[in-house]
């Protein structure tokens, strides 16, 4: 069954202040057809509206974007995540991950501005974590694989040195999300769990 919810159900439940969220929700989403038929009607938000919207703000709030910007960000990754799972899709339509994707964790949106304030996207799927020694010191390999996404040209290596990288945790932000919205992943099924796995080291 598909569950609406409304602006003051959503803010208060993902911890946004409601006149901000409403501003996010025009930002981020395409105008509501109804909003204009009926005076005084309260939009109504599909779950994955809802994310859209939820991403949009964590894009300006926590990692310091502007509204431009996130809506550039959140476009520009919408086929991405709609391959990777991060989409509404209540009929389990979505096909099993497969090849390395399937050994994927986690997810993370890598974001470079450059010192000419250009953004690059890549994303980066955690595979686990091998534990090992360096000339006698433990330490703690990570296992991973980078998809560029935006632009097609990509890491440049310009960006990483005059410029910053900001990360959106999308794993992390969709597994708050769902605890509250989707307890049961009714709505986002087959994503990536987010868990450390330790990898055996090779000899």
Not at 17 to 42: C, H, I, M, T, V
Not at 103 to 114: E, P
Request: with cysteine; net charge positive.
């Amino acid at each position: 069954m598909v569950k609406f919810y409304n602006n003051r159900e959503l803010s208060d439940r993902l911890g946004f202040n409601l006149s901000r969220w409403k501003r996010w929700s025009r930002e981020f989403l395409p105008p509501d057809p109804l909003a204009g038929q009926q005076a005084g009607y309260a939009r109504q938000y599909y779950v994955d509206h809802a994310f859209t919207v939820y991403l949009g703000g964590h894009l300006v709030a926590d990692l310091g974007f502007s509204i431009p910007q996130a809506r550039w960000i959140l476009s520009e990754c919408r086929g991405w995540m709609k391959t990777c799972g991060f989409h509404f899709d209540p009929r389990g339509n979505r096909k099993p991950r497969k090849g390395i994707d399937a050994h994927i964790k986690s997810y993370a949106l890598h974001i470079l501005v450059s010192s000419e304030q250009r953004l690059t996207l890549f994303a980066r799927g955690t595979i686990g974590r091998i534990d090992y020694e360096y000339e006698g010191y433990p330490v703690v390999k990570s296992v991973h694989v980078d998809q560029s996404i935006s632009p097609a040209n990509g890491l440049q290596t310009e960006s990483l040195e005059a410029g910053t990288e900001k990360i959106l945790r999308l794993t992390d932000l969709l597994a708050q999300f769902r605890k509250t919205l989707d307890p049961d992943g009714d709505f986002f099924p087959g994503l990536a769990e987010n868990q450390v796995v330790r990898l055996k080291a090779e000899d």
